[in-house]
């Protein structure tokens, strides 16, 4: 039985989603890719210079195919496609269904084959709810939740703030 | 009336409160078995909703650990059993309607502005609160790790 009171929020590692350079500020997001302010959220973050951290914090009754999209992510990391599979959930949250899935999967050129048995396997399932546990125990309540700096920034994460968090990240 | 949160070591407030069905549940319901009480603010506001959605996410882990959550609000059964199926959880819901608050009130957590504060309780199953907490104000959504804090300090040895 997983351990799910309070802790920090794990640093990152090498089993994390990351992108950027090593040398730019760290931010570390909880996201669903159903969520849309997740969505113009990962848009804002893309914008700068960052080195970015993405863990899964699907909420089922609050986003149904929230848990679906973020195993078609995982199954697209298998085959070395994470980000590109990121950006394309992100990219039209009204499709989020299994052809929607299948259609970004063949997009990407993936083994369709491999990415459909890895979207349902019990290890994808067990990478996403490792990425949600690990929120839940750093106490994250909403998503988007960012961590930089040593603070956590959550909900609707502006522009201003955006900026006042980049600063604080430096 | 407590005017704060009954703290662990006590045992539970005598208190009557509504199940959907419209049977009562008492504080004779909540022994033999351990139970979080979570005391919400208002169906269908935005905090609220939130708290449900993440806590849902979280049922079977709380069970698991031997427990059942319940939401405990003032708003009327069909108003919660509405509030419920609009989030499509299964945490069931308790109403403390009429007399208005006054389970909330034994709990001490009913806000002076007519509604329960957002607050924590976990009795044990011999009655007696193991472990409770109020956030600091009804607009702060306490994390599910708070939960499980709470489970963990008052686990049977």
Same mark, same amino acid.
């Given at each position: 039985?997983?351990?799910?009171?309070?802790?920090?929020?794990?640093?990152?590692?090498?089993?994390? @989603?990351?992108?950027?350079?090593?040398?730019?500020?760290?931010?570390?997001?909880?996201?669903? !890719?159903?969520?849309?302010?997740?969505?113009?959220?990962? /848009?804002?973050?893309?914008?700068?210079?960052?080195?970015?951290?993405?863990? @899964?914090?699907?909420?089922?009754?609050?986003?149904?195919?929230?848990?679906?999209?973020?195993?078609? %992510?995982?199954?697209? %990391?298998?085959?070395?496609? !994470?980000?590109?599979?990121?950006?394309?959930?992100?990219?039209?949250?009204?499709?989020?269904?299994?052809? @929607?899935?299948? %259609?970004?999967?063949?997009?990407?050129?993936?083994?369709?084959?491999? !990415? /459909?048995?890895?979207?349902?396997? /019990?290890?994808?399932?067990?990478?996403?709810?490792?990425?949600?546990?690990?929120?839940?125990? %750093?106490?994250?309540?909403? #998503?988007?939740?960012? !961590?930089?700096?040593?603070?956590?920034?959550?909900?609707?994460?502006?522009? @201003?703030?955006?900026?006042?968090?980049?600063? #604080?990240?430096? | 009336?407590?005017?704060?949160?009954?703290?662990?070591?006590?045992?539970?407030?005598? *208190?009557?409160?509504?199940?959907?069905?419209?049977?009562?549940?008492?504080?004779?319901?909540?022994?033999?078995?351990?139970?979080?009480?979570?005391? &919400?603010?208002?169906?269908?506001? +935005?905090?609220?909703?939130?708290?449900?959605?993440?806590?849902?996410?979280?049922? =079977?882990?709380?069970?698991?650990?031997?427990?059942?959550? &319940?939401?405990?609000?003032?708003?009327?059964?069909?108003?919660?059993?509405?509030?419920?199926?609009?989030?499509?959880?299964?945490?069931?819901?308790?109403?403390?309607? =009429?007399?208005?608050?006054?389970?909330?009130?034994?709990?001490?957590?009913?806000?002076?502005?007519? *509604?329960?504060?957002?607050?924590?309780?976990?009795?044990? +199953?011999?009655?007696?609160?193991?472990?409770? &907490?109020?956030?600091?104000?009804?607009?702060?959504?306490?994390?599910?790790?708070?939960? *499980?804090?709470?489970?963990?300090?008052?686990?049977?040895?």
């Amino acid at each position: 039985m997983s351990d799910l009171g309070s802790a920090p929020v794990p640093p990152v590692s090498d089993d994390d @989603h990351v992108t950027g350079d090593a040398e730019d500020m760290l931010v570390i997001e909880y996201a669903d !890719f159903e969520c849309p302010f997740c969505a113009v959220l990962s /848009e804002r973050l893309k914008s700068r210079r960052l080195r970015r951290v993405f863990r @899964h914090f699907p909420i089922r009754s609050r986003h149904p195919r929230a848990w679906a999209a973020a195993c078609a %992510a995982e199954a697209a %990391a298998l085959q070395g496609r !994470f980000w590109e599979m990121h950006d394309l959930l992100f990219a039209d949250q009204a499709r989020l269904d299994d052809p @929607h899935l299948w %259609a970004r999967a063949q997009s990407l050129e993936l083994d369709l084959d491999r !990415f /459909e048995a890895d979207r349902r396997s /019990e290890a994808v399932g067990a990478r996403v709810r490792r990425d949600f546990e690990s929120g839940v125990r %750093a106490a994250v309540v909403t #998503t988007p939740t960012l !961590f930089a700096g040593g603070q956590r920034y959550c909900g609707q994460i502006r522009e @201003h703030a955006l900026a006042l968090l980049t600063q #604080t990240a430096r | 009336m407590r005017d704060s949160v009954v703290p662990p070591g006590t045992l539970a407030p005598d *208190f009557t409160l509504r199940r959907e069905d419209g049977s009562e549940f008492k504080r004779a319901d909540l022994e033999g078995r351990r139970t979080v009480l979570v005391f &919400y603010p208002f169906a269908f506001s +935005p905090v609220c909703t939130d708290q449900l959605n993440l806590y849902e996410e979280v049922r =079977e882990d709380i069970h698991k650990r031997g427990a059942t959550i &319940y939401g405990v609000s003032c708003d009327a059964s069909y108003s919660q059993k509405a509030f419920r199926e609009s989030l499509g959880i299964a945490i069931e819901q308790l109403s403390d309607f =009429e007399p208005k608050g006054q389970a909330c009130r034994a709990f001490g957590v009913y806000h002076p502005g007519g *509604f329960p504060q957002r607050a924590l309780v976990i009795v044990g +199953p011999d009655g007696v609160v193991s472990w409770s &907490y109020q956030a600091p104000s009804p607009g702060d959504l306490p994390g599910a790790n708070l939960i *499980f804090d709470g489970l963990a300090a008052s686990a049977p040895a």
